[in-house]
C-alpha cells in the first residue's frame, strides 16, 4: 500500500530542517491507519478490537521518542524502558502482545524507509516464556453446574457465564452481544468473531431461560451490564449504554474480576475451555467443535481435544459398568466340572 495514502506530507529522514527523522506520532497515526485498513490471510479487514489494542499500546510504548531517528541511539533505551515499565509485571502472553504490537509498526516503519533493521530496535527486548496451557483449566461440568446455579450470585453474572460456557465463546464476543443480536426462537446470537467474521452464537436451553429472566421487556441496548451509570455527555458510545437505567456495558475485565472472586480465580476463557473438551468427550466432531467455537484452523482446535481426567474416569466407570459382573459360560463349566470328577 503506497505511503501517501496514510501519511501526507512525512519530512525526509536526511532533512537538515528534521534531523530526527519522521515525527514519531505522526509515524504512528499513519501505521494505525494502514493496520485498520489491512486485510490479513483470511482476507478480512483488521478487527476493530486489534486497533484499539494497537492504539493504546503504542503511546505508551513511544513515549518520549520525538522522531523516529532517536531509535538508533537512546530512543531504543527508552523503547525498551518503556515496554518493560508498563507491561514487564504483567503476564507473559500480555507482555508478548504488547511487544507484538510494537513491533508490527517497527516492520512497517522500515517498510516505509523511515527507520533501519527493526530487529536492531527491538534486540535484547526479548519475548517472555508462556508455559503452555495444562488440563487444569478444565473445570468440571459438576463445578460449573453449581457456580451457574448459585442464586447467591447475581443473575447478570451467572446468565453471562452460563452463556460463556454454552457457546465456547471468547468473552469479549459474548459481552458485545445487544438485545437486538439475539434470535430467541433459534437460540442463535449474532455477533463478530476474533479477526472480524459476521457469525452465530448456539446457546442452550439454560441460558435461554435465563436470559429471558434476565432481559425481561428489553429490547434493545447491551445485554451484560455493569454497575456503572453513563454520564449524559456523550462521552460513553450510545451502542454501550443501556436506554432505560443508563447502565453501561459490563467490561472484560469486571466479568474477569467477578468471575475470580466466586471462584478459586478461574477466569473467563476457562469456561470457554472447559466447554469444547467436555463436548469433545461427549463425542462432537471436528466440524461441530469448529462451528462452535468460531476457530478456523484445526491445530488451534488441538488443545481442546484432550479429555479431562474426570472424563477419562467417568468413560471407564461406564465401561466398567456395561461388563458388568463376569460369568463363565458353558464350555468353562464343563471344563470345570470335569477337572473336579477327575481330581476325585
Given at each position: 500500500?503506497?505511503?501517501?495514502?496514510?501519511?501526507?506530507?512525512?519530512?525526509?529522514?536526511?532533512?537538515?530542517?528534521?534531523p530526527g527523522?519522521?515525527?514519531?506520532?505522526e509515524?504512528?497515526a499513519s501505521?494505525l491507519?494502514?493496520?485498520?485498513?489491512?486485510?490479513?490471510?483470511?482476507g478480512?479487514?483488521t478487527?476493530?478490537?486489534?486497533?484499539?489494542?494497537?492504539?493504546?499500546a503504542?503511546?505508551?510504548?513511544?513515549?518520549?521518542?520525538?522522531?523516529l531517528?532517536?531509535l538508533?541511539?537512546?530512543?531504543r533505551?527508552?523503547?525498551?524502558?518503556?515496554i518493560?515499565?508498563?507491561?514487564?509485571?504483567?503476564a507473559?502472553?500480555?507482555?508478548n502482545?504488547?511487544?507484538?504490537?510494537v513491533?508490527?509498526?517497527l516492520a512497517?516503519?522500515?517498510?516505509?524507509g523511515?527507520?533501519g533493521?527493526?530487529?536492531a530496535?527491538?534486540?535484547?527486548?526479548?519475548?517472555?516464556?508462556?508455559?503452555?496451557p495444562?488440563d487444569t483449566?478444565?473445570?468440571?461440568?459438576?463445578?460449573?453446574?453449581?457456580?451457574?446455579a448459585?442464586k447467591r450470585?447475581?443473575l447478570?453474572?451467572?446468565?453471562?457465564?452460563a452463556?460463556?460456557?454454552?457457546?465456547a465463546?471468547?468473552?469479549?464476543?459474548?459481552?458485545?452481544?445487544n438485545?437486538?443480536?439475539?434470535?430467541?426462537?433459534?437460540?442463535?446470537?449474532r455477533?463478530?468473531?476474533?479477526g472480524?467474521?459476521?457469525?452465530?452464537?448456539?446457546?442452550?436451553?439454560?441460558?435461554?431461560?435465563?436470559l429471558?429472566?434476565?432481559?425481561?421487556?428489553?429490547?434493545r441496548?447491551?445485554?451484560?451490564?455493569?454497575?456503572?451509570?453513563?454520564p449524559?455527555d456523550g462521552?460513553?458510545?450510545?451502542?454501550?449504554?443501556?436506554?432505560a437505567?443508563?447502565?453501561?456495558?459490563m467490561?472484560?475485565?469486571?466479568?474477569e474480576?467477578?468471575?475470580?472472586?466466586?471462584?478459586?480465580g478461574?477466569?473467563?476463557?476457562?469456561?470457554?475451555?472447559?466447554r469444547?473438551?467436555?463436548a469433545?468427550?461427549?463425542g462432537?466432531?471436528?466440524?461441530?467443535l469448529?462451528?462452535?467455537?468460531?476457530?478456523?484452523?484445526?491445530?488451534?482446535?488441538?488443545?481442546y481435544?484432550?479429555?479431562?481426567?474426570?472424563?477419562?474416569?467417568?468413560r471407564?466407570?461406564?465401561?466398567d459398568?456395561?461388563?458388568?459382573?463376569?460369568?463363565?459360560?458353558a464350555?468353562?463349566?464343563?471344563?470345570?466340572?470335569?477337572s473336579?470328577?477327575?481330581?476325585?
Amino acid at each position: 500500500m503506497a505511503t501517501d495514502r496514510h501519511l501526507t506530507a512525512v519530512p525526509d529522514r536526511d532533512n537538515a530542517e528534521t534531523p530526527g527523522g519522521v515525527p514519531t506520532a505522526e509515524a504512528l497515526a499513519s501505521f494505525l491507519r494502514h493496520l485498520a485498513g489491512r486485510r490479513g490471510r483470511s482476507g478480512r479487514i483488521t478487527s476493530p478490537e486489534t486497533v484499539r489494542a494497537y492504539t493504546s499500546a503504542l503511546p505508551t510504548a513511544f513515549t518520549g521518542i520525538v522522531h523516529l531517528g532517536e531509535l538508533a541511539s537512546v530512543g531504543r533505551d527508552r523503547l525498551h524502558t518503556n515496554i518493560r515499565g508498563a507491561w514487564g509485571g504483567a503476564a507473559p502472553s500480555t507482555f508478548n502482545a504488547k511487544r507484538a504490537a510494537v513491533a508490527s509498526a517497527l516492520a512497517y516503519f522500515h517498510d516505509q524507509g523511515w527507520i533501519g533493521d527493526p530487529a536492531a530496535v527491538l534486540h535484547g527486548l526479548d519475548r517472555e516464556h508462556q508455559p503452555r496451557p495444562d488440563d487444569t483449566r478444565v473445570r468440571s461440568r459438576e463445578r460449573i453446574d453449581r457456580l451457574i446455579a448459585d442464586k447467591r450470585r447475581p443473575l447478570e453474572d451467572r446468565t453471562l457465564w452460563a452463556m460463556l460456557y454454552s457457546t465456547a465463546a471468547r468473552a469479549e464476543e459474548v459481552l458485545r452481544l445487544n438485545v437486538e443480536d439475539l434470535d430467541r426462537a433459534n437460540r442463535r446470537a449474532r455477533t463478530i468473531r476474533k479477526g472480524g467474521k459476521a457469525d452465530e452464537l448456539l446457546y442452550d436451553i439454560r441460558t435461554a431461560r435465563m436470559l429471558g429472566q434476565l432481559l425481561g421487556r428489553r429490547t434493545r441496548g447491551p445485554i451484560f451490564l455493569s454497575a456503572r451509570i453513563a454520564p449524559d455527555d456523550g462521552t460513553t458510545p450510545v451502542r454501550d449504554v443501556d436506554p432505560a437505567s443508563r447502565r453501561r456495558r459490563m467490561t472484560y475485565r469486571t466479568a474477569e474480576r467477578h468471575l475470580g472472586a466466586a471462584t478459586d480465580g478461574w477466569n473467563l476463557h476457562d469456561l470457554r475451555h472447559s466447554r469444547l473438551t467436555h463436548a469433545g468427550e461427549d463425542g462432537a466432531t471436528e466440524a461441530d467443535l469448529m462451528n462452535l467455537s468460531g476457530h478456523e484452523d484445526r491445530r488451534t482446535l488441538q488443545r481442546y481435544l484432550k479429555p479431562s481426567k474426570e472424563g477419562t474416569h467417568r468413560r471407564l466407570d461406564g465401561l466398567d459398568a456395561q461388563r458388568g459382573t463376569w460369568t463363565p459360560n458353558a464350555d468353562e463349566l464343563t471344563a470345570r466340572m470335569t477337572s473336579n470328577r477327575d481330581s476325585t
